[in-house]
T-cell receptor, first 113, second 113 residues
Framework: AQKVTQAQTEISVVEKEDVTLDCVYETRDTTYYLFWYKQPPSGELVFLIR??????QNEISGRYSWNFQKSTSSFNFTITASQVVDSAVYFC??????????FGQGTELSVKP | KAGVTQTPRYLIKTRGQQVTLSCSPI?????VSWYQQTPGQGLQFLFEYFSETQRNKGNFPGRFSGRQFSNSRSEMNVSTLELGDSALYLC????????????FGNGTRLTVT
């Protein structure tokens, strides 16, 4: 069965600290896609990154970076020098079929000034 | 480019009633998916439509149904509402390229009393 686990329910950091959000997934398929989404208080889920199962290269986008390790079935997300605007709920998700994402329970990040 | 538009934003209904939610995808997106978000169950996949055909369905009772029109706009309907149907209903659209990122709307907040 497909499953996504985000063990951290809530994280609180002070501005400018680095923070890593963990994501562990389970799937029997060899071809799959992983995603991260951000949900600010407005409710809209904002797409951050997509990674396919054949691409284990880590990615950096500004203050955001992602570490994909197939050997441990993990797809962790790091925010460097966090800012108050980063406060939101972050979701990791797994996709095996069109339009169907399996979401983790989400990690609520609170960045305090 | 306009994002995914969901109407209405808020809805209050009584148990036993039915409700219809509407979603207009991003122009050019032909796939539309629906998700239910609750504090207890998190984000759960309802169904996905492409070219007016339902391609995928989640584990929800038959009271939950949807459809897609020729202009890719979609509606979902919930009949015989139950208290447990209170949730944020999110619509997402995507391009037809396999496993394209989903772009979500702001959601419809349904409260059943």
């Amino acid at each position: 069965a497909q499953k996504v686990t985000q063990a951290q329910t809530e994280i609180s950091v002070v501005e400018k600290e680095d923070v890593t959000l963990d994501c562990v997934y389970e799937t029997r398929d060899t071809t799959y896609y992983l995603f991260w989404y951000k949900q600010p208080p407005s409710g809209e889920l904002v797409f951050l990154i997509r990674r396919n199962s054949f691409d284990e290269q880590n990615e950096i986008s500004g203050r955001y970076s992602w570490n994909f390790q197939k050997s441990t079935s993990s797809f962790n997300f790091t925010i460097t020098a966090s800012q108050v605007v980063d406060s939101a709920v972050y979701f990791c998700a797994l996709s095996e079929e069109e339009g169907k994402l399996i979401f983790g329970q989400g990690t609520e990040l609170s960045v305090k000034p | 480019k306009a994002g995914v538009t969901q109407t209405p934003r808020y809805l209050i209904k009584t148990r036993g009633q039915q409700v219809t939610l509407s979603c207009s995808p991003i122009s050019g997106h032909r796939s539309v998916s629906w998700y239910q978000q609750t504090p207890g169950q998190g984000l759960q996949f309802l169904f996905e439509y492409f070219s007016e055909t339902q391609r995928n369905k989640g584990n929800f009772p038959g009271r939950f149904s949807g459809r897609q029109f020729s202009n890719s706009r979609s509606e979902m309907n919930v009949s015989t509402l139950e208290l447990g149907d209170s949730a944020l209903y999110l619509c997402a659209s995507s391009l037809t390229v396999p496993n394209s990122p989903l772009h979500f709307g702001n959601g419809t907040r349904l409260t059943v009393t």
